[in-house]
């Protein structure tokens, strides 16, 4: 069995590197323990700070790669989910006859979006759909589908932006207009505001980056466009409260 350290944990789970030891788990043909790195401290179901009861652990023969079955100890949660863990060739010598095979943290398994990608009501308000679209891009990256979340999250920002458009125009032909056209249309002839058109630009050149067999982007990937967006929402959101306050309190 596992033996789960009770020291202080960290949020960015994926960022910082534990020195919790698996005790007494042997693998095929390896002597000495195993280290995960980092530990999983992070129930991917409720995204609270826990420290989970173990299940069940396998090592899969053929990929070599370490499952963890746990469960959440947070009262309201209780959720079973998978770590998964990939060999490394790090070694961790103390001497001859006491070492640690390193295994790196990969993914949980299932992944559900957490909390904390939920949008503010104005945008589910403004665009009902961009919200489903944008999470089922989220799952399908962090299920290593990364081949195909670029693409989802371009559409999560059509969706968004075209909505955006839509509701600051008045008349309904161009409404009609602004959902036919492309999205580059869109950005470039319809988004006034300075700030939102270099978010909105940007992530759809990732976007079709991800769409596309040839990339122009090296440097930049689903990440940013992750990061983009959500500076995007908050962008649309703070104008829509400066608005808000400035109708409530005028000069």
Request: aromatic residues 10%; hydrophobic residues 30%; charged residues 30%.
């Amino acid at each position: 069995m596992f033996k789960w350290s009770k020291k202080k944990k960290d949020l960015n789970f994926k960022n910082e590197i534990h020195e919790d030891l698996i005790e007494d788990y042997k693998v095929e043909n390896i002597e000495g323990s195993v280290k995960l790195e980092p530990y999983p401290s992070i129930c991917p179901c409720c995204y609270k700070d826990v420290t989970p009861k173990e299940v069940l652990s396998r090592i899969n023969p053929v990929t070599k790669k370490l499952d963890i079955i746990l469960t959440c100890t947070i009262h309201d949660c209780k959720e079973i989910y998978i770590a998964e863990y990939e060999p490394s060739n790090e070694v961790l010598y103390k001497n001859h006859y006491d070492q640690s095979h390193i295994y790196k943290f990969k993914t949980f398994k299932p992944w559900s979006v957490t909390s904390h990608d939920v949008f503010d009501e104005y945008i589910n308000g403004i665009s009902p759909k961009f919200q489903k679209i944008y999470k089922q891009s989220v799952c399908a990256e962090h299920n290593d589908l990364d081949e195909i979340a670029g693409m989802g999250y371009r559409k999560a920002l059509e969706n968004l932006i075209k909505d955006y458009c839509v509701i600051n125009e008045n008349n309904e032909a161009e409404k009609a207009n602004i959902r036919q056209e492309t999205l580059g249309n869109t950005i470039k002839n319809r988004v006034t505001d300075p700030t939102l058109k270099i978010y909105a630009e940007r992530i759809a050149w990732i976007g079709n980056d991800h769409t596309h067999m040839l990339k122009r982007w090296d440097d930049v990937g689903l990440e940013d466009m992750r990061d983009m967006i959500k500076h995007a929402v908050n962008h649309i959101v703070g104008k829509h409260k400066a608005d808000e306050f400035k109708n409530k309190m005028p000069n």
